[in-house]
């Protein structure tokens, strides 16, 4: 029992924590974190809801529990399981923010793949799934950071 919630708090439930974290970062101290906050929140998009959508579009991969007959542990829908749109819109979060903060970067990338993992144990995602959606993620969040960089429109980097 411990187990099933904890998988699932991972898996479904971080997400929200993860999103209510980076408003706290996006209002933190000064304008500067608000427009990272943003930028992050645009690699995101783009990750989850272009890049990741094309793949999915060629690509319709069945979910373990449609092959092995489990029960998920999450309610999720069938097929479209490449890449995971989850970890593709956390790990461009986590990237960005990586790219301008380095402690809160770290923290998102440990957050994202905890939920990758939750989501590889409730049955909805196949590992290569959570490492094909970072892998998706990372390089929306440097083409976002190339983009924003060749406008003029980056901010300075803080160390740790």
Same mark, same amino acid.
């Given at each position: 029992m411990i187990y099933n919630n904890l998988v699932v708090f991972l898996g479904n439930y971080l997400a929200w924590i993860l999103g209510a974290v980076l408003i706290f970062f996006a209002l933190y101290q000064n304008r500067k974190n608000f427009r990272v906050a943003v930028e992050a929140l645009f690699a995101g998009i783009i990750s989850r809801f272009i890049f990741t959508e094309i793949i999915r579009y060629f690509h319709d991969k069945p979910r373990p529990f449609e092959i092995d007959g489990s029960i998920p542990l999450i309610l999720h829908e069938v097929g479209k399981s490449f890449p995971s749109g989850h970890a593709a819109f956390f790990f461009a979060i986590a990237a960005t923010l990586f790219i301008y903060n380095r402690r809160w970067g770290i923290v998102f990338? %440990?957050?994202?793949?905890?939920?990758?993992?939750?989501?590889?144990?409730? *049955? %909805? *995602?196949?590992? %290569?799934?959570?490492l094909g959606g970072a892998v998706i993620g990372i390089v929306s969040a440097a083409i976002v950071w190339k983009v924003m960089h060749k406008f003029n429109l980056t901010h300075q980097r803080e160390s740790a």
């Open positions: 990338f %440990i957050a994202a793949i905890a939920m990758g993992a939750g989501r590889v144990l409730a *049955h %909805i *995602h196949w590992p %290569i799934d959570i």
